[in-house]
């Protein structure tokens, strides 16, 4: 069975400053893992995904993320932090076909001023 | 491109009804939908996949005969909640899944409130 642990439900940072949410993953096949973000009241919009190819992967919003096997991580990271960057960020593990997303349980980004 | 819409946005209904949700592929053809249900402050679980033109396949603890799902076109899959009741009350969201790629997109979701 797959599980996706996602350390520290709350996470703060000031403006400009290094952003890193952390996320372990478990997995018994080759994992695809992927970062979304939620805002308020909607959907979930993707930010990047790893899928066996590079293990340092580019998203948007200058997000990237760097899959570890050795430490069954894939945290997230982004070098200056913004204002519009607080949300909900879920990191997600799925088998090779992209069937059951296995989310894990999310991290509240707030960003201060 | 991969845009996924869901409607209604919101919906208020009554103990005892059906609501139903729908979920469009607007640019591109779903072979696979998802349902997922989200509770306040709680992440996303699965409740069913859905494949075009076969039976939903549900996860377990969840009430194939209470989520209702079609998907009888490659750009609509509805979730029908029958007999609504306030437990039900919760962020249901939907994704789809273009043939062969590995990356679902999300609709916006819909929220329900079962008074």
């Known amino acids: 069975a797959q599980s996706v642990t996602q350390l520290g439900s709350h996470v703060s940072v000031s403006e400009g400053a290094l952003v890193l949410l952390r996320c372990n993953y478990s997995s018994s096949v080759p994992p695809y893992l992927f970062w979304y973000v939620q805002y308020p009241n909607q959907g979930l919009q993707l930010l990047l995904k790893?899928?066996?190819?590079?293990?340092l992967v580019k998203g948007i919003n200058g997000f990237e993320a760097e899959f570890k096997k050795s430490e069954t991580s894939f945290h997230l990271t982004k070098p200056s932090a913004h204002m519009s960057d607080a949300a909900e960020y879920f990191c997600a593990v799925s088998d090779v076909e992209g069937n059951k997303l296995v989310f894990g349980a999310g991290t509240i980004l707030r960003v201060k001023s | 491109g991969a845009v996924v819409s869901q409607h209604p946005s919101w919906v208020i209904c009554k103990s005892g009804t059906s609501v139903k949700i729908e979920c469009r592929s607007l640019d591109f053809q779903a072979t696979t939908m998802f349902w997922y249900r989200q509770f306040p402050k709680q992440s996303l679980m699965l409740m069913a996949t859905s494949n075009e033109g076969s039976k939903a396949t549900y996860e377990q603890g969840v009430e194939k005969d209470k989520f209702l799902i079609n998907h009888a076109s490659l750009t609509l899959s509805t979730l029908t909640v029958t007999s609504a009741h306030p437990e039900d009350s919760s962020f249901y969201i939907c994704?789809?899944?273009?043939?062969?790629?590995?990356?679902?997109?999300f609709g916006p979701g819909t929220r329900l409130l079962v008074l």
């Open positions: 994704s789809a899944r273009d043939g062969g790629k590995e990356t679902q997109y």
């Open positions: 790893y899928t066996s190819a590079a293990t």
